[in-house]
């Protein structure tokens, strides 16, 4: 992208904190400048909310777009109890306060290969300023979960 006025050779550029910015020449006179995404692994603290004997964390990705970030998760969880609704948080990987339960934005889905697979929401847990993690667990064994949720941060 062309920053500013190419006659003047006068601009500006800024970014948000966590991009990067990348500089490329054409082989000519001009330098071109442009802000890119960041993205990497993280390691959440999984915390169990109800009906959770154990979180595995097999892994977590997540991605900054400007003020958006999503973020990716396969994690095995073992419930506690049989036909009960389970719950779970999970850390942000860029630190942020909710106001509200709807600034997280996600869902996901049992990856077992039995009929025993169930879909789960994705919701914040403004109190402790995270994700929460929900599903109805219907077969009292561990299940692998793919889940995905977006949220904002400040600028």
């Known amino acids: 992208e062309v920053i500013g ?3 003047t050779q006068a601009g500006s550029i800024s970014i948000q904190p966590g991009e990067v910015l990348a500089v490329v020449g054409d082989g000519g006179n ?3 400048l442009y802000a890119r995404t960041h993205s990497d692994l993280y ?4 915390t169990g909310v ?3 004997t154990t979180l595995t964390l ?3 990705t997540w991605e900054r777009i400007g003020n958006k970030v999503n973020v990716d998760l396969v994690v ?3 419930p506690t109890s049989n036909n009960t609704q389970t719950t779970f948080g999970i ?3 860029l630190a942020q306060a909710i106001g509200n339960d709807y600034e997280v ?4 889905h049992s990856v077992d290969g039995t009929a025993n697979q169930h879909g789960l929401a994705v919701y914040g847990d403004a109190a402790n300023d995270r994700a929460e993690c929900t599903y109805y667990e219907t077969h009292g064994a561990t299940d692998t979960l793919n889940i995905h949720f977006s949220y904002m941060i400040d600028a």
Do not use: C, S, V
């Open 43 to 46: 390691t959440p603290t999984l």
């Open 30 to 32: 001009w330098l071109y």
């Open 50 to 52: 109800a009906n959770i």
């Open 105 to 108: 934005i996600g869902m996901g």
């Open 76 to 78: 095995d969880a073992e």
């Open 58 to 60: 097999k892994r977590a």
């Open 5 to 7: 006025n190419q006659a």
């Open 91 to 93: 850390d942000f990987p």
